[in-house]
């Protein structure tokens, strides 16, 4: 599909990688998950590029090993990519977090700027937060866009207004 948006949220089983909830669904995915634990082979649809943020952004809050193997897949080849490896660091997350929601910001069949609204704890105070992701269609699956020198941004949120209530029920 090379146009379109998200404008509900999707039909969803919730499944857990060790504490974090991740939505998946046999439509849009994740189709499949590696041996190292992140999950891939999502739908080229708008629904499928925001399944893919999702699971992705869940797939940061990991392990220091976590985190390196699904970004080795999920970045594509492009200007950044070694320096985004290189910045997966040597310490784990403090965040607990579950996604709250999301806004598609853009898609247009090759690429997708999903919004990913969350809710957690971080040094022991409640955050809100949302994650930027910029994808890219790329060798049948979405990844994100290597070639941008922040193709995921985190920010803190006062509250998660204007997102698409999305979350595990």
């Known amino acids: 599909m090379l146009s379109g948006t998200v404008t509900t949220a999707p039909a969803s089983t919730w499944q857990y990688q ?14 499949a998950t590696a041996p190292q634990g992140y999950r891939y082979c999502y739908q080229h649809s708008p629904e499928g590029a925001v399944f893919a943020a999702a699971n992705m952004t869940i797939g940061l809050f990991g392990d220091v090993e ?13 200007t950044y990519r070694d320096s ?6 040597s310490s784990s997350s403090d965040v607990r ?10 898609y247009d069949g090759s690429s997708a700027r999903v919004d ?7 040094q022991g105070q409640a955050v809100n937060g949302s994650a930027v992701l910029d994808l890219t269609w790329w060798q049948g699956d979405w990844k994100i866009d290597a070639d941008k020198a922040e193709p ?6 006062p509250d998660t207004s204007g997102y698409i209530t999305w979350r595990q029920e």
């Open 152 to 157: 995921f941004r985190l920010a803190q949120l």
């Open 84 to 89: 985004l490896l290189s910045e997966v660091g």
């Open 116 to 122: 990913v609204a969350f809710r957690g704890t971080a």
């Open 66 to 78: 976590s985190r390196r193997s699904l970004l080795e897949y999920a970045l594509t080849n492009g």
């Open 18 to 31: 060790d504490v974090y909830a991740y939505p998946t669904s046999p439509t849009y995915g994740p189709g």
């Open 97 to 106: 977090a579950s996604i709250a929601g999301f806004r598609v910001l853009s």
